[in-house]
C-alpha cells in the first residue's frame, strides 16, 4: 500500500512537471520568434550561461553574488566578490568557456556582500525596468530583445538593437527610482 502512494504521489508531481516544461518551451519559443540572433545562438548562449555559472561556483568563494548573462557569446559578470582575487577567478573562469567571445567584467570588490533586501530591490528594479520598455514607440522594437541585469541598482543592458532603440531604452530606465547606473552592452544591429 506505501508503495503504491509513492508511485501516485510521483505521478502526480510529474504531471505538474510536464506543463511547467510545456509552458517553458512555448515561452522559449516566443522570445525566439522575436530575437534577432538564431535559435542556435540563443541556445549556445544558455549553455554558455550555465557552464560559466557552474564554473564560477568551483572557483569563487561562496560568500560571493555573482550574476551571469549571455549575449551573442558576451558573458556579462556583475554583482560582487569580497576580494580582487575573485573578481579574476570569476573572469577566467567565463573566459575560458567555449564560445565566449568577451568577458564583460562588472564585480565590484566589496567588504560585505548585500543582504536579501538589497536583492529583493534589485528583483524589483529589473521587472520595473522591463515594464518601462513597453512604453518606447519605435517601429520593429520588442521589449523581449533586451536582457536586463541588476545588481545594487545598476543596470546592465544586453540584447541586438539599433542605435535608436539603444537610446530609448537608456532614457526610460535611467529616470526610474533606484537606479544608479545604466551599463550598455548592447550589440547594434547594423553595425
Keep these: 500500500m506505501k508503495k503504491l502512494l509513492i508511485l501516485l504521489m510521483c505521478g502526480l508531481m510529474l504531471q505538474g512537471c510536464g506543463a511547467v516544461l510545456i509552458g517553458s518551451a512555448i515561452v522559449t519559443g516566443v522570445n525566439v520568434a522575436h530575437d534577432r540572433r538564431s535559435s542556435g545562438q540563443v541556445l549556445d548562449d544558455k549553455i554558455i550561461t550555465a557552464s560559466v555559472k557552474n564554473e564560477i561556483r568551483k572557483q569563487v568563494e561562496e560568500d560571493s553574488r555573482i550574476k551571469v548573462d549571455t549575449f551573442n557569446g558576451v558573458v556579462l559578470l556583475a554583482g560582487e566578490v569580497k576580494n580582487n582575487q575573485d573578481r579574476i577567478r570569476a573572469e577566467d573562469a567565463a573566459s575560458i568557456k ?66 535608436d532603440e539603444a537610446d530609448a531604452v537608456v532614457e526610460r530606465i535611467r529616470h526610474l527610482r533606484g537606479v544608479h547606473r545604466v551599463v550598455k552592452v548592447f550589440e547594434y544591429k547594423g553595425g
Design 98 to 163: 567555449d564560445g565566449v567571445m568577451k568577458v564583460v567584467n562588472q564585480l565590484k570588490t566589496v567588504e560585505e556582500v548585500s543582504k536579501m533586501g538589497r536583492r529583493t530591490k534589485d528583483t524589483y528594479l529589473a521587472s520595473k525596468a522591463k515594464g518601462s520598455l513597453l512604453k518606447i514607440d519605435i517601429p520593429d522594437f520588442n521589449p523581449s530583445r533586451v536582457k536586463i541585469t541588476v545588481a545594487n541598482g545598476e543596470v546592465f543592458l544586453m540584447g541586438m538593437v539599433t542605435h
